[in-house]
């Protein structure tokens, strides 16, 4: 029996090599356009309840300020800005009050006994100086000259003059006397909040321009 194999090695058809596509990441880029979407949603929905609690505070706040007015009577509110007028008018009044006791303070402290003074007047300056005259008497010439010399060296008193000197029938001499001082020296409102008024009498403002009798003799020696 013959037995004959034929085998072949060289196969019949040509050999086909598959080529294997590697596939794309698709699967990240759809979860981070998810996250994104999401993102955008939830800072949209947050706005949206933001803007809507903070109009429903607002509208709250709006019903519980005209319940408020609503509680108050009309002729009371009137009441209220007819006071309240009245207080800021007092303030300015009170701003632009003037009292001369540290002016009398000053003579009483400064003035010798050789010197009286019989009136007294001031005047409010724009350049915020308050000018003052006195009309007075003395002994005789020195001690005006020595008196000059004292209200020269007070610091309160600027510019001292003497003038309209002249003897009258006793042999007294008359004369007239102006200085300034700074209006914040006779300020009520600067020397109340001080407390220089807590344990002395007030002086009544005098009107301005306006020349009063005074009756002050000195208490300085020569």
Do not use: C, W
Request: hydrophobic fraction near 40%; avoid cysteine.
């Amino acid at each position: 029996m013959d037995q004959n194999f034929q085998t072949s090695f060289i196969p019949k058809k040509p050999v086909v090599h598959e080529r294997t596509e590697a596939k794309r990441p698709t699967g990240l880029l759809v979860i981070f356009s998810v996250l994104i979407l999401l993102s955008v949603f939830v800072a949209y929905g947050g706005v949206y309840f933001y803007k809507n609690s903070l109009t429903q505070s607002i509208t709250s706040k709006e019903k519980a300020l005209e319940l408020a007015r609503n509680r108050f009577e009309p002729g009371r509110l009137s009441e209220l800005k007819t006071l309240d007028r009245r207080i800021k008018a007092a303030n300015g009044i009170l701003a632009n009050h003037v009292a001369p006791s540290p002016i009398f303070k000053i003579l009483e402290a400064t003035t010798m006994k050789t010197i009286r003074y019989t009136s007294f007047s001031y005047e409010l300056k724009e350049n915020g100086m308050v000018f003052v005259k006195l009309t007075g008497e003395a002994n005789g010439y020195r001690s005006i000259a020595l008196q000059s010399d004292l209200l020269s060296e007070n610091k309160d008193i600027l510019d001292p003059v003497f003038s309209n000197l002249a003897l009258d029938t006793k042999g007294s001499v008359l004369f007239d006397l102006t200085f300034s001082v700074q209006e914040s020296l006779v300020s009520y409102k600067e020397n109340l909040t001080k407390g220089a008024y807590a344990d002395e009498a007030i002086y009544e403002p005098v009107d301005t321009g306006a020349e009063v009798p005074l009756e002050l003799e000195g208490v300085k020696t020569n």
